[in-house]
């Protein structure tokens, strides 16, 4: 076992394919496969499971993965202490629910990297591949909420996907509308004020369960509704069509202009807010300064973080 194989192996779980982990390591797509082979034969686990869809960490594989980031990472800091190494590129992968806070974040994150190289990924998407990305190790975190509705389904895929819920705050859920909206002057919403304006949801794709719906109230029955993938297009619509979504209230006017405006929804549902991690992964040193950086914004919009003892997976 190499510290380049330990490397290949990184660079194949952070591209999420073979061939497209060759392009970017400069070598043939046979020779890393073959070097992947390789490993797996001496090490006697099957990292990786392929199949006609393409390839995903094995559970073997994932502990593997945990092991493999802690050694190359600690190599490199070797490297660059005794050896005058320039530092490798910064890798981390964020998957998460359309929150303007976890954009922030990342925003801060990256500002604060002392290097001249970083390769990151923030991905905006459905609730159920942010689970499939954390789980197959694409993503480091995932960031996503549950409520009383939706905590037994989602607890109980986490614990089938051996992952981990760690609850960052508890959010009272708020009505973003256009500043122009003709209700924008009302300070706070009853979910009936809404029912002649279009309701903006983001799509689930073929997971479009209520259960893993972004917004709340997903059961209710809505006059107006429209299904959208991304948050550009979310908030235009607001803007064109006097709509309106549900969320966390959590709303960053440097991101999303000055022409949304967030009001308080009246109802008894909360939504605690979280991220999720993979059980047998430790977390890289970018991926803990994220978390760190989600933190602080979050306690900047003046919600209190909760404690390690709030966990529920």
Partial sequence: MTLQQLKYILAIVSCGSISEAAKQLFISQPSLSSAVKEMEREIGVDIFLRSSKGIVLSNEGAEFLSYARQVVEQAELLEQRYMNKKPSKKLCAISTQHYAFAVQA???????????????????????????????????????????????????????????????????????ISSTHPLAAKTIFEIEDLDEYPCLSFEQGEYNSFYFSEEILSTRSYNKKIMVSDRATLFNLLIGLNGYTISSGVLNEDLNGEYIKSVRLRTEETMQIGYITNKKAKLSLLATDYIRKLKSVISDYGYPILSQEDELV
């Fill in 106 to 176: 990342f925003v801060s994150l990256l500002k604060d990297l002392n290097t001249n190289e970083y390769e990151c990924t923030l991905r905006e998407t459905r609730t159920y591949e942010i689970i499939e990305d954390v789980q197959n190790m694409r993503s480091e975190i995932g960031i996503l909420y549950l409520n009383d509705f939706n905590r037994k389904v989602i607890e109980k895929i986490l614990k089938e996907s051996e992952l981990r819920f760690h609850p960052l705050f508890v959010a009272e859920p708020h009505v973003f």
